[in-house]
């Protein structure tokens, strides 16, 4: 019998670490909260072949690919199809260069697709896990830590929004690769040298916000509580002071591999990265005030399958939103001419619809690259285009795939000045489909920033017909308009070409 408990039919992840490849399978409650009826782990370390080596040995291979097969008998009996299965792999995955070897056996064998997600998915999955845990969360600013093998993603929470997030190659599986060999003291000395060369990332990240909790996420981590719990007699598994925190940093290092093995009954493939972890740990939270650390017992695994289980589009381009609001804070972009640009753009999205013919998904590129346009002018005024495209480029992004942020890139990048040929290296990967997305786009975006030309938001209305052959354009607002015509008109040239169409504009 199925159980009533459960609001949604039962879905699965599958999370492929750089330290062990774990299952969650659950469902959404009728209270609307996480039930995880099936959680398997499989200390498989891909990280450590990755790291090293720069690709997955054999026997690692086949290992993982036992994992799977186990892990689909486990579905079949627990009849989720596979079309409700997701997997995700993260670090190890990226970096390895026989990954596709691992990805083609295990749809070959089992039907699984396995998805490599960047470090800004997984920030944003783990971001989705802890708000769903800890709802209150939204009344403090917080860091989240979520320390895997291959990286360690950061998070930082306003008011329970997401502003911003990192992703460093600072796990502990590469941790140990990068340093083995050395002996237990040196090895710690290397891990805070190792972190102090990294600690102005974090501080550029938090961007002088007071930090009221951290939030600390995986398999490290919760071990940490528990071993607090057990060595220190704290009050909960799930909540460390930073005095504590050092205090088991100051034990642990203090118990060679066996003796963590056994006097504290922590698995082999654990025993060795939870150094690492604890010391990781201890550096972001001294660096961020000494906050409490809240350990919420889920993570990335949790917030893919909630992110599957909740299937709302809606709230991806609210992530992407808020992330955009962030960094043109950040880049101390004019907020009132960007959302005034936005306005005319998205007024020009939706009367050209039948005309331009994009998808609905491309409405939210457009919206941000009109929010973005100018950031680039924080690094140089002149050519802030180029700046511009360089910074989407580089930095981590939320609620957009990598697909979709070369796009948005791409788009700011071609903004003014002449475009680029068709067979300029700028535009060499696209198809012709997608170049004519993207000059699309280009048009749209054109438009309506020459229509703020005087940054006096006094175009407010826009009104499009398609009169036989010809787009008439008709834009009501405030004054003159003269300007507005001027900038307008020089970009008829690219919107004509875009559309297929002659354009006519009044004002």
Known sequence: MPDQSLQTPLNAVIDIGSNAIRLRIGALGHDGRLDIIEAVRAPVRLGQDAFQQGELRTPTLERALETFADFHQLLSRKSVPIKQVRAIATSAMREASNGRVL?????????????????????????????????????????????????????????????????????????????????????????????DA??????????????????GTGGNI???GQLGRQMLGSS???????????????????LDLDERIEKLKLRPDRADVIIPASHTLRQVLKLVGKPDLLIPGVGLAEGALLDLLQRRP?????????????????????????????DLALQLFDQLAAIHNLPAR??????????LHEIGIFVRPDGHHRHAWYLLNAMPMLGISDDEQTLLALVVRCQRKKLPEMDDDLLATLSKKESDR????????RLAIALNKERRTAVKQIHCRLNGKTIEISCKGEGDLLLERWAALRQLEIAEKAFGHRIEMSF
């Not at 939103?321 to 962030?326: G, H, K």
């Not at 972009?333 to 640009?341: E, F, G, I, L, W």
Request: aromatic share 4%; net charge negative; glycine share 6%.
């Open 198 to 215: 990294n600690a102005g990332k974090i501080r550029e990240l938090i961007d002088g916000m007071d930090i009221d909790i951290c939030v």
């Open 236 to 254: 909960s598994p799930k909540r460390l002071k930073y005095g504590e925190l050092k205090s088991l940093c100051r034990q642990l290092d203090a």
């Open 438 to 445: 993207w000059l699309k786009l280009v048009a749209l975006l």
């Open 362 to 371: 491309d409405k939210v590129i457009l919206e941000l690259a009109a929010l």
């Open 314 to 342: 809606s709230d991806t381009h609210h992530d992407a939103l808020i992330w955009a609001s962030a960094v043109g804070r950040k880049y101390h972009v004019d907020s009132r001419h960007a959302t005034h640009v936005r």
């Open 103 to 195: 990805i083609d056996r295990v749809a070959e064998t089992t039907g699984i697709r396995i998805e490599v997600i960047s470090g800004s998915e997984e920030a944003r999955l783990v971001s989705l896990a802890v708000r769903h845990a800890l709802p209150k969360l939204e009344e403090n600013n917080a860091l989240l830590i979520d320390i895997g093998g291959g990286s360690v993603e950061f998070v930082v929470m306003e008011k329970g929004q997401v502003i911003a997030l990192e992703s460093l190659k600072m796990g502990t599986v590469r941790l140990l690769s990068r340093f083995a060999g050395q002996s237990d003291q040196d090895f710690v000395r290397l891990l805070d040298e190792f972190f």
């Open 222 to 224: 919760e071990a940490l």
